[in-house]
């Protein structure tokens, strides 16, 4: 079984639209989620992280993400699109196959935003 | 502030050479990472260091080798490039060595193997 499924290898949206971009992770994997972003010819930056304590996450550039435990989910959205919000989002875990001591990435999505 | 620092960006290599990339970070971090990224494969490890003079395999060593060369630095060695290494190779630097330590990253570098 995958630790980490990103469904839709890419999604368009309007600028202004609201963006849903989803992440479902193994009932097995310990509660450490991150959310990456990744720009054209750049490396992989921290979007946001759950760690412990609230749920709802808020990260950087009006991203936030929500850990629901019953749902095995922590989706990154954002109410409104922007332009330079056009990039890859990897959603990582620990990976069941790293006996949950090493994070595994998803499969990622591309986010593309028209004007 | 540079952060994590990889050389060269691009590289082309034919099928059998060898090649070293070579990555360094100014962040004191005691963990670093080496990671392919293949088009809908996400990101895979290849290499990681825990900590300054130890390394361990990761999902995908087979045909790399690397060294932890002091705190800074940790280089991947191809030893024989073959085509199925063609890959953007990215380089990976974190506080700690556990899983709720962000992971900061290079540039990468574009490698294509003939």
């Known amino acids: 079984a995958q630790s980490v499924t990103q469904l839709g290898s890419h999604v368009s949206v309007s600028e202004g639209a609201l963006v849903l971009l989803r992440c479902n992770y193994s009932?097995?994997?310990?509660?450490?989620l991150f959310w990456y972003v990744q720009y054209p010819n750049q490396g992989l930056q921290l979007l946001l992280k759950?760690?412990?304590?609230?749920?709802l996450v808020k990260g950087i550039n009006g991203f936030e993400a929500e850990f629901k435990k019953s749902e095995t989910s922590f989706h990154l959205t954002k109410p409104s699109a922007h332009m330079s919000d056009a990039a890859e989002y990897f959603c990582a875990v620990p990976g069941m196959n790293t006996g949950f001591q090493k994070l595994v990435f998803g499969t990622g999505t591309r986010l593309l935003v028209s004007p | 502030n540079a952060g994590v620092t990889q050389t060269p960006k691009f590289q082309v290599l034919k099928t059998g050479q060898s090649m070293t990339l070579q990555c360094a970070q100014d962040m004191n971090h005691n963990s670093m990472y080496w990671y392919r990224q293949d088009p809908g494969m996400g990101l895979r490890l290849i290499y990681y260091?825990?900590?300054?003079?130890?390394?361990d395999k990761g999902e995908v060593p087979n045909g790399y080798n690397v060294s932890r060369l002091n705190k800074r630095e940790f280089s991947l060695r191809l030893e024989s490039a073959a085509p199925s290494q063609t890959s953007v190779y990215f380089c990976?630097?974190?506080?700690?060595?556990?899983?709720?330590?962000?992971?900061?990253f290079g540039n990468g570098t574009r490698l294509t193997v003939t």
């Open positions: 759950y760690t412990t304590g609230a749920t």
């Open positions: 990976a630097s974190s506080e700690g060595a556990g899983v709720n330590s962000p992971l900061h």
């Open positions: 009932s097995s994997v310990p509660p450490y």
């Open positions: 260091s825990a900590s300054e003079g130890t390394t």
